[in-house]
């Protein structure tokens, strides 16, 4: 601000709307990203879905005063980084990925369905997508920024105009000067480099700009010479530096904020000079107005908003509310909801246009064309007025994508039915499918075929939940402390990351222990309580464990790997270990360095596959205790090898990125390869959908843990589908039920267990509820099918391994007719413990395929022979019928709607302990039962009612003669003071906003289903009538006393 003149945005408010006025409903996503993961034109607004790949867009005005339907954008099969409106076209939208590529979409005009294909597509390139924005004076010009590269395009010829130089480190962000000539970076290696795109693709200028590498942000000030930038300190203290690229050698103003971790998001309004900053994952918003030629940042305002922020984006200014004097409006994205904050100048008059705080803006008219711009034309884009009389009408169409066909004016309807049958844009929060298959529609699926007409609010909540699972509702519980082994001492909690830490059976659990020479203690699951402090038996394994296993076809054999490059197998005596064993039955000798992990066959028995250091996959025939195949063709560590459920197959995983298939009978060398995770800290694979796909666990380049599904027979295709779940630092072990399809996910040191129904169709995941612990566990390992308790519809059940404890966990699905066998959730499992066939025919080249055996008990009948039941009376909430209702109307259907209730109770019924009467007969006495019993229930309580309001009435009457006269007469009409209704209430000050609020809650937990009483939120309700009513007789006064003061 200038110091001797008061700055015109001094008295600037930030104003928070009512939640009625937030966006709602929505499910934000955790992009590890520099983006601002929200961005919004004059229609529409875009953010991170949950799910990765996946758009939310959600226009920006709601039409005829209802509520925005929020839709979806399959956009790229991997994570959007970041992505940017056309300056110009406010129905173009550019994204760009962790798939090398950059897709420009045309989204639709409110109404129709989101594209299933983009309009065109750039790339891709060497590496992921990190940055892009539009230029800002020609169309068809976009600047995107991978790894260490900046690439100009041409978008309508999908060609790069220029590559400029490659800086020294990742980049964080670019930005555009506005008159369009200059282009500044900054970087990983906190250098500010300035860019002249069209004379050279070396950076004109450069200087060191904040002294740490963490998130670091870019702004221009307009057409002016001087950026903006955000970053930490060498202390990591969050600053605002000021630069005049005519001195660029240092910072004119640097100004420390906080020492908060977050990175800011800074948003410039070139108008202004208003700068907003918000920390990612705080809840505090700053504004400062930026003078560049004193220079200053002088704080105007700051903000706290409710939720933290995951995302921050700035409305256009040809969409403000300039007769309410709003110089600035921002969307703050939370985690299920868009809150727009309005940046306010308080004005005597709201009737007349300020012309001071609203000059002439930047239109929407683009100044030039791509080839044009680049070509040496750097005509400015022409500005125009925010008053709303001048307001230019005229909208501009690029011809970057031409019209869609369904938005063609000419598409007959049978057209109409094809592409909307064939994809739609909606999907799942929580799947991600290839931009092929991920066109799946949603209002499709509620079509006319299923019986269901698709209403806007239905379509809005099937494009945010998308397709469910049976199992969305599981639920997993530790069972009883009687259950646990407890006392455990010395565990070794130093296993290989390619270990899961110990290994169980139906019958013992195997631990490994931190004592010298590789100790394992052996504990049968059927005796569980307190160990002994003193020593238990153990296996002397001579060498530290890196893996162990327990044969599937004999629970008494145990396969040890040791550092040492062998294998050692036990035998464990019946009953039990007693005494502690020295000698294994076996040792399997071959590779020559460090074994990775070991797995049994599947299907044959006294087969046996080991990974190693050697960079071999070996295969040993236990009954003759020697290798009986060697596998190659890997470059790097192997993370992880499965077998498919038939033993036909091997799949592996290893740390330069790359899945191999092998068929270990045909040939030594890998059939498939194909890209597998990028991150090289640690990765799982599993075979899921009957054989047919391949899931794999790993980590992305930022270590955000995600999972990867591939099609088995198509590896060198990619990932069909690819989900992000969080950041931590341990691989996710993935154990996959072949029964249910439900896959379930953890690490060691996790407290949560990820549950997903895996689909061969998209989209691919469907997600179900997870498991939460107290404390982190040390491994987490899932016992045979055999051993789930199918009269509580358990599903699958785990051994969580803690720091002394081991307790097991049972996932069940609620279900109301538990005493039928759940033969939709139980179908016939096969029968693992048996082998198909010897481990030598195996290797002779045939195959065996295992029984299937059902776990329905004798006594128990299955659900789907369970007798039909008439549908049950569905109560209808009273805000149904209480709309456009008189005061009086709404007071007595409340109460009558609250006596309704009293006949939709889940309690036992009387006739359910009786036998012998006919269904029919027990429904007539039972509705007769229902009515009288409403009606007499219903007449007491409007009885006692109308007592209760006379007395109330009389008390205040007599408190009422000192109030003023309108509120009296408000106290006496209604039936309660004014003291007695901010008590009844609990508020001190007539706040609108506390009012209701403290209104929601009492009406609620006073309700009869919850142990409230009719009396007492009759009482609430006439308190809050009361309080309305006061409200409205001050409101009357202010206008008045206004009135008075005019004249």
């Not at 060609?159 to 800086?167: E, F, V």
């Not at 199992?471 to 646990?484: K, S, Y």
């Not at 045979?784 to 969580?800: D, H, Y």
């Amino acid at each position: 601000m200038n110091r001797f003149k008061a700055s015109k945005f001094r008295h600037t408010e930030a104003r928070l709307p009512r939640r009625e006025a937030w966006i709602g409903g929505i499910r934000a996503g955790s992009v590890a990203s520099c983006g601002n993961h929200v961005k919004a034109s004059c229609r529409w607004i875009a953010f991170n879905a949950e799910a990765p790949g996946v758009l939310g867009i959600v226009p920006l005005e709601c039409e005829d005063r209802g509520k925005r339907t929020v839709s979806q954008l399959c956009c790229h099969p991997d994570v959007v980084t970041d992505f940017d409106f056309s300056p110009f076209d406010q129905f173009l939208l550019a994204t760009g990925s962790a798939d090398k590529t950059v897709k420009v979409w045309r989204l639709p005009e409110s109404g129709q369905d989101m594209p299933s294909d983009a309009g065109l597509t750039l790339g891709p390139g060497g590496d992921p997508v990190d940055v892009l924005q539009f230029h800002p004076t020609a169309d068809g010009v976009l600047a995107s920024g991978a790894g260490k590269r900046v690439t100009v395009w041409d978008v309508g010829q999908q060609q790069p105009l220029t590559a400029l130089a490659s800086h020294g480190a990742r980049l964080h962000s670019l930005a555009w000067q506005r008159d369009g000539r200059l282009l500044g970076t900054s970087c990983k290696d906190k250098k500010l480099r300035i860019f002249d795109p069209r004379a050279s693709p070396a950076a004109s200028q450069s200087v060191l700009g904040h002294e740490h590498n963490k998130d670091s942000r870019l702004l221009w000030m307009g057409s002016t010479d001087c950026l903006i930038s955000v970053g930490f300190s060498q202390m990591r203290e969050r600053e605002v530096k000021l630069w005049d690229t005519r001195q660029f050698s240092k910072a004119m103003l640097t100004v420390a904020l906080d020492t908060s971790p977050g990175a800011a998001i800074p948003l410039y309004d070139t108008d202004t000079g208003l700068l907003v900053l918000a920390g990612k994952g705080e809840n505090l918003l700053y504004c400062f107005e930026v003078t560049p030629a004193q220079p200053a940042l002088t704080q105007v305002t700051q903000c706290r908003t409710e939720g933290s922020t995951r995302g921050l984006a700035a409305v256009p200014r040809l969409a403000l509310d300039v007769m309410a004097c709003e110089v600035l409006r921002v969307l703050q994205l939370t985690d299920t909801t868009l809150v727009p904050v309005s940046y306010l100048v308080p004005r005597k008059s709201t009737q007349d246009f300020h012309e001071d705080l609203f000059p002439d803006t930047a239109g929407t008219l683009p100044a030039t064309g791509a080839q044009a711009w680049w070509a040496g034309d750097s005509q400015q884009v022409g500005r125009v007025s925010l008053h709303p009389a001048r307001r230019p009408s005229e909208t501009f169409r690029s011809p970057v994508i031409a019209r869609t066909q369904l938005q063609a004016p000419d598409i007959g309807p049978a057209d109409t039915d094809t592409d909307r049958s064939e994809g739609s844009g909606y999907s799942s929060p929580s799947s991600l499918a290839s931009p092929g298959s991920a066109a799946t529609s949603l209002s499709a699926s509620t079509g006319p075929s299923s019986g269901f007409a698709s209403s806007p609010s239905q379509k809005s909540l099937q494009s945010i939940l998308g397709p469910s699972s049976r199992f969305r509702h599981a639920q997993g519980r530790v069972l009883h402390r009687d259950t646990h082994l407890i006392n455990l001492r010395g565990l070794s909690l130093t296993t290989p990351g390619e270990s899961d830490g110990f290994c169980a059976n139906r019958q013992r659990v195997a631990l490994p222990l931190l004592s010298a020479g590789g100790q394992i203690a052996v504990l049968e699951l059927s005796k569980p309580g307190r160990l002994p402090d003193t020593a238990v038996p153990t296996i002397q394994n001579g060498v530290a464990v890196a893996d162990l296993s327990w044969d599937p076809f004999d629970p008494r054999h145990l396969a040890v790997a040791g550092e040492d490059a062998k294998i050692r197998l036990w035998r464990i005596p019946e009953g039990g270990l007693q005494e502690t064993l020295r000698e294994p039955e076996a040792v399997l000798r071959g590779h020559t360095e460090k074994i990775y992990s070991i797995r049994f066959h599947p299907v044959a028995s006294d087969l046996l596959v080991s990974s190693s250091y050697d960079m071999t996959v070996r295969i040993w025939e236990l009954s003759a205790g020697q290798e009986a195949l060697c596998l190659w063709g890997h470059t790097d560590q192997i993370f992880s090898l499965a077998w498919s459920p038939d033993g036909k197959k091997l799949t592996t995983v290893s740390k330069d990125g790359r899945l191999r298939l092998y068929e270990p009978r045909r040939s030594p060398q890998p059939q498939q390869e194909g890209p597998g995770p990028e991150g090289a800290r640690g990765a799982r694979l599993v075979w899921v959908c009957g054989g047919d796909y391949l899931l794999v666990s790993g980590f992305d380049s930022r270590s955000e843990r995600r999972i990867l599904l591939y099609r088995a027979q198509a590896l060198p295709e990619g990932p069909l589908s690819v989900l992000g779940l969080d950041v931590a630092p341990s691989t996710l072990l993935p154990f996959y039920d072949e029964d249910t399809g439900v896959v379930f996910l953890t690490g060691k040191g996790d407290t949560r267990v990820f549950l997903y129904e895996v689909t061969p169709e998209p989209p691919y995941f469907l997600e179900c509820n997870s498991f939460t612990s107290n404390e982190p566990h040390k491994g987490f390992v899932f016992l045979p099918k055999t051993v789930c308790e199918v009269r509580e519809v358990e599903f699958a059940r785990a051994l969580r391994l803690g720091q002394s404890t081991l307790e097991p966990v049972a996932f069940h699905v609620p279900r109301v007719k538990k005493e039928y066998f759940q033969d939709d959730i139980y179908p016939p499992t096969r029968v693992w413990w048996e082998p198909a066939l010897g481990g030598r025919a195996w290797l002779a080249g045939e195959d065996g395929q295992q029984r299937r055996a059902s776990l329905r008990p004798a006594d128990m009948a299955p659900v789907s022979e369970a007798p039909k039941e008439a549908p049950a009376r569905r109560f209808v909430p009273a805000s149904v019928y209480l709309e456009e209702k008189s005061d009086e109307q709404k007071k007595e259907e409340l109460l009558s709607a609250m006596v309704a209730r009293l006949g939709n109770r889940d309690d036992p019924l009387p006739q359910d302990s009786f036998e012998g009467v006919d269904e029919a007969e027990w429904a007539k006495y039972l509705a007769q039962i229902i009515v009288v019993g409403a009606q007499v229930v219903g007449r007491a309580f409007m009885r006692a009612l109308r007592q209760e309001f006379a007395a109330s009435r009389a008390a205040a009457e007599a408190r009422g003669r000192s109030e003023r006269p309108q509120s009296a007469a408000a106290s006496r009409i209604i039936g309660i003071s004014l003291q007695e209704a901010q008590q009844i209430l609990n508020v001190s000050n007539l706040s609108p906003e506390e009012i209701q609020k403290n209104y929601d809650h009492l009406f609620k937990v006073n309700d009869k289903s919850v142990g409230g009483s009719f009396y007492l939120q009759s009482k609430v309700v006439r308190a809050k009538e009361r309080l309305d009513e006061e409200l409205r007789i001050q409101a009357k006064d202010e206008k008045e006393k206004g009135w008075k003061a005019e004249t």
